[in-house]
């Protein structure tokens, strides 16, 4: 947890110094400016895949030290870990809130989304 808040603080100050292009090229975003930004974020991946892997009831237990981490790092610029996010509300918050995982507007037909029958 502590290396997503170091990576998060990274991002949020340093990310405007970073071209969105070379996220994973420390020497590319200009050095040493955003080392959380762009080192970490192989790091930060394997921890939001060890959470994607965790089962419901260790999910349950770190749901309140997790959730606020997951909520910040939906607005940073890798593209990589935004999925990751997403991924985890697709399925680990899903299951807390009782929602089928996969449900969502864009795994659903117009007519569905609209209240209709996709069927008839």
Do not use: H, M
Request: contains cysteine.
């Amino acid at each position: 947890i502590d290396i997503l808040n170091k990576f998060l603080i990274s991002e949020r100050d340093n990310a405007e110094f970073i071209n969105p292009n070379v996220w994973r090229t420390a020497s590319d975003s200009g050095g040493k400016i955003a080392l959380y930004c762009t080192c970490f974020v192989d790091v930060c991946s394997n921890i939001l895949e060890t959470i994607l892997n965790f089962d419901d009831d260790q999910f349950n237990r770190n749901k309140a030290e997790i959730y606020p981490i997951i909520c910040s790092l939906i607005r940073v610029q890798s593209e990589e870990i935004r999925g990751l996010v997403q991924e985890i509300f697709a399925t680990k918050v899903a299951a807390v809130l009782g929602i089928a995982a996969g449900t969502s507007p864009a795994n659903s037909s117009e007519d569905e989304i609209e209240g209709g029958d996709a069927q008839e």
